[in-house]
């Protein structure tokens, strides 16, 4: 357990409305991540962070953006979500030295 | 970009069998590896991770091996028991700091 929480763990919201999903951790690990999991593609990176205020895009970034302004949370937004953007959304860190990788709870998103 | 394969996708074997897991990826230069299982519903759970100069890693009933020079990974499970039911999944990170995941493999041990 490396000490992630996600909030919330559940949420439904509709098509066009802004979501934030909030990445807690209390290691202060300096690289966070933000992974999509759907059927059929396993899971993606959408964006991760090596610090206060430095982040980059994964895999699939379009649609969302990211936040760091403390080291320990890490905060995903949908500016405006669509129902291609339902899925179960995990949050990770790695261990700085080998960044081995653990996960938080997850947190499902539908989109309707 | 890093292209993950693992297969079979599913696998279901009787309690007390040995068996084994694979991964492969297309780039051969890779930082590390590692291996998870996901519960259904549930987050992932790390299991081994090997690092690029390693060539295998052992964690109680749990061996994992990597070959860099043909893109391959295997995670060998010994005696497996009906806890060990689940989706197992390999990453491979490039850089240390991009990783790419297989679809996994969902494994059924029958008691």
């Known amino acids: 357990d490396a000490g992630i929480t996600q909030s919330p763990r559940h949420k439904v919201t509709e098509t066009g409305t802004p979501v934030t999903l909030r990445c807690h951790q209390t290691e202060n690990h300096r690289y966070m991540y933000w992974y999509r999991q759907d059927p059929g593609h396993g899971l993606r990176l959408i964006h991760y962070s090596y610090g206060v205020k430095d982040t980059d895009k994964g895999e699939v970034s379009d649609g969302y953006s990211v936040s760091r302004s403390k080291t320990e949370d890490f905060l995903l937004t949908l500016e405006s979500a669509t129902s291609s953007q339902t899925s179960v959304y995990f949050c990770?860190?790695?261990?700085?030295?080998?960044?081995?990788?653990?996960f938080g709870p997850g947190t499902r998103l539908t989109v309707t | 970009k890093q292209e993950v394969t693992q297969i079979p996708a599913a696998l279901s074997v009787p309690e007390g069998e040995n068996l084994v897991l694979n991964c492969s990826f297309t780039d051969s230069a890779i930082y590390n590896l590692q291996w998870f299982r996901q519960d259904p519903g549930k987050g992932l759970t790390s299991l081994l991770l090997?690092?690029?100069?390693?060539r295998e890693q052992t964690s109680g009933r749990l061996n994992a091996s990597l070959d860099k020079s043909s893109g391959r990974s295997t995670l060998y499970i010994a005696a497996s028991q009906p806890g060990d039911s689940a989706t197992y999944l390999c990453a491979v990170s490039s850089t240390g700091n991009q990783f790419y995941f297989g679809t996994g493999t969902s494994l059924t041990v029958i008691p």
């Open positions: 090997i690092q690029s100069s390693q």
């Open positions: 990770a860190i790695s261990v700085d030295s080998v960044h081995e990788q653990y």
